[in-house]
């Protein structure tokens, strides 16, 4: 019985942290159209921030908290000066953004030296009921997944700002002609998602430490969640991102670690074939 | 934007320059040290490194190469070698094993280099033994420690082997740790094989194999192993689940409070480069058995003045360390330097039948011999216990350990 609410805590934990990871990649892919492959470059960026905060002395949380800022930033410039020019080619934006990636990253290598470096969490240690362990960041990361996703979603629902992001996806001509300026709107947006990714990133890399393939690593389960999920909502990629880091969290569990490790894309290629739509068809939010 | 001030001499002005500036590049090519001298008739001695100086394992291959340079410069200060100075040659391995064998074939073809010195893991020295010992006719030097088996005629390796990393240090695992192991494995040849090795040692001590499992390369969560790992009640990981994954793997054990209830890591990569893959207290008391530690420079005055030249001359990130090679590259190239002297020539027959039965009194962690017939190297192993982020050593070999390799 104690295992089976370790193995589930740990396997929610693990999922969480997908769905974080996928959320800003999700929200650029659904309201803007086009896939970033500097996406995971973000996550690694947000990770760095942290990482640069930690070792001049000042507490992780505010590197925490300066990440998503810093790479919001970051990604609003790349969006003024690089990726809008992409829009009319979605092929080609991949290219760009892969290549742009692929600077962050080799970048990054370089200050770090190609090293792994540990970066130690805010809340350390873990909560302990009986003989089960529970670790306490991973509970952080757990609720402030949460805490992000209905965020995001108050924002893109609920808001005047949420209806000219889904106004200017869903007919950019009309929504210029209504005196919404498109292109603010995707930049805006493109920061949003940069930022969700550098947030993703400064969270995770106590958990993970810090490498220049961080983001790299997570790049190909975020493009399967995003397939799985299906593009043109909020709500499809992070449900696509709870079901494959849920997947990829408990195959381990029950079979050998490296068939586990195909077995989820071919999962995953069987169901996009079969429901080629994703799991969440609708447009919108 | 527009285009119309691109009139087309400057465009074809930079068409040119764009030219003649990659021919530049690729036609110099490789990093050449030239030394000054001016009595050497018959040329000098070319020495060439061939590692992974960049890609995701370019910190060690820097060092590989930090490590030539300084040897090389330490050789030609003294004189030479047979009274002519040495040139040394690095190629980039990349971490990619195509590109590899290109740049190796520059070294071997272009630069007709003497001796190969490099490649750090299994799969590079596979991918260019055959560029330099079969079609290149060269001697080559693998440093880096490794799963053992390699018997390729001219090919000499200078690392420790499975039967140096275990025969001591098992032992001693199931005196300090406990009988039952666990061997979380990454999926790639030399987990495989040192875990054959390993499993031999662990059963002929007493001790039982109660798990062994492998990993995608990248993985980096481990809940399941982990909960494997405490609810088999394992008293040893012995681990060789490499980066990215290791350092998950290893907190998500402290969290489940491995260490705490008296389990034992162990881990015979672990150097000082990797201690900082995760906060001191999550692998506090792990073990990982070596031909060098940092902390044995107080006890070996060689080891100490090989250690700050080194630092000296390479301040930085890129650390003289066991794990990635440096010390092997280290000893590698002074046993060569040892094979050249007395053979009194630098063909490469002379220098492989010298080289077979080379010693050397002092090196990183003490003296090293080759096994006559079986290339590989005997040294001393040093068990060391990571203690608040640094290693203390607690078991020394009694004398140089044999490889029992070919």
Redesign the interface.
Known sequence: MD?LF??LF??LS?GAIVVLVVLGLGIIASMMGIFNFAQGEFVLLGAYVTYVVHSAGLPVWLGMLAAPFVVGALGFVLERSIVRRFYAAPIVAMLGTYALGLIIREIV?GLI??????V?EPLG??V?IGTM?F?TW?LVIVLITALVMIGSYLLLARTAFGLRIRASLENPALARASGISTSAIYGATFAFGAALAGLAGALIVP???L????GL?FLIQGFVAVMVGGIGSFAGPVAGAGVIGTL??AL??VM???IA?VLVFVLAIIFIKFRPQGLVSARGV | MSNHRNNPSRRRFLSNFAFASTALATGVGSWVIRPDWANAQAGPIKVGVATDLTGPIGYAGNANANVARMVVKEINDAGGLLGRPLELFIEDTASNESVAVGNVRKLIQRDKVDLVLGGITSSMRNAIKDVIVARGRTLYIYPQLYEGKECTPYLFCTGPTPAQQCDEFIPWLIKNGGKRFALPSANYVWPHTLNVYARKVIEANGGEVVFEEYYPLDQIDFSATVNRVVSNKVDVVFNTVIPPGVGPFFKQLYEAGFLKNGGRLACVYYDENTLNINQAAEIEGLASCLDYFKAITPEDPFSAKIQAAYEKQFPGTFLFAAGSAATGAYRGLKLWEAAVKEAGKIDRDAVAAALDRAKIAEGPGGPAEMVPGKRHCKMKMYTAVSKGGKYEIVARSAGMVDPKEC
């Open positions: 295992n370790v193995a740990e396997i693990f290598r030296g190609g090293l792994y470096l540990s130690p240690g873990s302990n362990h670790a991973r958990v993970f430490s490498f220049a393939d961080l690593r990829a969290a381990p569990w050998p670690p490296v490790d």
